[in-house]
């Protein structure tokens, strides 16, 4: 297959863009290089010291000898751009990690909250509408989040994407499916809800292939390919801004930073290895949608945890020590969920548990770079609403 793989330059896009290669496929990243420029912004790096793309690829091709293509372009705001790409390497499918994908970041000011917005939602509907416009047969596969669904489930098992419902009618109910309702947590969430809805637009008036992948936080950070040479390394985000939850505490703890838990730490939240999100989002594209369809949506997630068991898992590994921070978040304080993924478990994804490969990859990550960790990066100082901020008191 041609895949285009769009933002795979980032966390989730360069393993992904690897796995593809190493698997046969002819890929072409695009990438306008937005995160690099927002870790200049916070004046935060990877724990591991990522290659500019051009020596990736070149590391690439000198190791396996297979190329991956580039063009350098701002979806949200080049749609020509990403119309002439289209019509001249005409890929089988786009794979769409092109947005911006920090809920405290998008949470930080005004101008954050509206370069999420704007960013997301203008580079989701850019793609759409040259797909169509080009009229090639395109499959979209686009990175989703658990999130959409919010974390309160109310004890039943969250379907993927759509929920049977009894509509009462006068002459009696007629079983429909709707979308899950949404409830999104941070201005980053609610981006992926407005993708969402433009997505069931596009598969029913212009018979797009869509597929969304509602994913789960990701833990680890390196892939077989990535681990090929050093130049391939993958980004490993601790800040508290990118840092996601437990890739947090395995740099906290290499560093000897208590673990932040914040609030109790009852949050559950999905959770995905790395590894079997490379391995999802290639199943993905061999299993699209029929033209006409309605958008095909998988739970790509594969266990549920505590925050607070996590960091508990952590210190029993490590020796760290835990400590309850105030949320700068507002979420409930403790949550319940339970998530359907048997889609993903029928083509054959074989999950990689929490139990098998943590102590890896505090080993070979965490502590390997941890002499990089800037310790003053560690604290999430992004808050919800300005109740949260230190010193107001939370009744304002
Ligand atoms: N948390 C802590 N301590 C920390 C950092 C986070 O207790 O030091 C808590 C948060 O308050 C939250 C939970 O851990 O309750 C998860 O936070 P996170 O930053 O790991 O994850 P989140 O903000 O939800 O976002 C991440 C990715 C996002 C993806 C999402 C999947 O950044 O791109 O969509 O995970 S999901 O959470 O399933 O919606």
């Not at 990243?29 to 290659?51: H, K, Q, Y």
């Not at 019509?87 to 499918?93: F, G, I, L, N, S």
């Not at 947005?99 to 101008?111: D, F, I, L, N, V």
């Not at 391995?279 to 607070?308: D, S, W, Y």
Request: charged content about 25%; glycine content about 8%.
């Amino acid at each position: 297959m041609k895949i285009a793989v769009l933002g795979g330059d980032g966390f989730c896009g360069w393993p992904t863009t690897l796995h593809l290669s190493a698997r046969g496929h002819d890929v072409v990243v695009v990438d306008n290089f937005s995160r690099r420029a927002i870790d200049e912004e916070l004046g935060a790096e990877s724990l591991t010291p990522i290659r500019p793309l051009a020596e990736r690829r070149a590391a690439w091709e000198e190791r396996t000898g297979r190329s991956i293509g580039f063009a350098q372009l701002d979806l949200a705001r080049d749609h020509e751009g990403f119309l002439d790409f289209l019509v001249t390497e005409r890929p089988d499918a786009v794979v769409h990690f092109a947005e911006q994908r920090a809920a405290p970041y998008s949470m930080k000011s005004s101008r954050h909250k509206r370069y999420t917005v704007d960013n997301n939602v203008s580079a989701t509907h850019n793609v759409l509408s040259a797909v169509v416009e080009s009229e090639l047969d395109v499959h979209v596969v686009h990175l989703g989040t658990m999130g959409v669904y919010g974390y309160g489930t109310a004890g039943m098992k969250i379907p993927e994407g759509y929920l049977d419902v009894e509509v009462p009618g006068p002459e009696g109910g007629t079983a429909q499916q709707i979308l899950y309702p949404s409830n999104p947590g941070s201005i980053y969430h609610m981006t992926k809800v407005l993708d969402q809805t433009l997505f069931a637009f596009y598969a029913k008036n212009d018979a797009v292939r869509i597929t969304d992948l509602h994913q789960g936080i990701i833990w680890g950070t390196s892939t077989r390919e990535t681990r090929l040479d050093e130049r391939l390394v993958n980004r490993f985000d601790y800040d508290g801004d990118y840092g996601t939850v437990l890739n947090r505490f395995l740099v906290q703890a290499a560093v000897g930073h208590p673990l932040t838990v914040h609030g109790t730490g009852g949050q559950t939240r999905a959770f995905i290895h790395i590894q079997d999100m490379v391995r999802c989002v290639e199943l993905a594209l061999l299993h699209p949608p029929a033209a006409g369809e309605r958008v095909k949506i998988f739970n790509q997630m594969t266990e549920t945890h505590r925050v607070r068991d996590l960091a508990r898992l952590v210190a029993r590994l490590t020796g760290a020590e835990v400590e309850l921070v105030p949320n700068p978040r507002q979420e409930s304080a403790e949550n319940e969920l339970h998530v359907v993924n048997d889609a993903f478990l029928d083509l054959g994804l074989e999950p990689t548990t929490l139990s098998a490969g943590l102590l890896l990859e505090v080993e070979q990550t965490a502590a390997r770079w941890a002499h990089r960790a800037d310790l003053s990066r560690i604290p999430a100082r992004s808050v919800w609403n300005r109740s949260r901020r230190p010193g107001v008191p939370a009744s304002r």
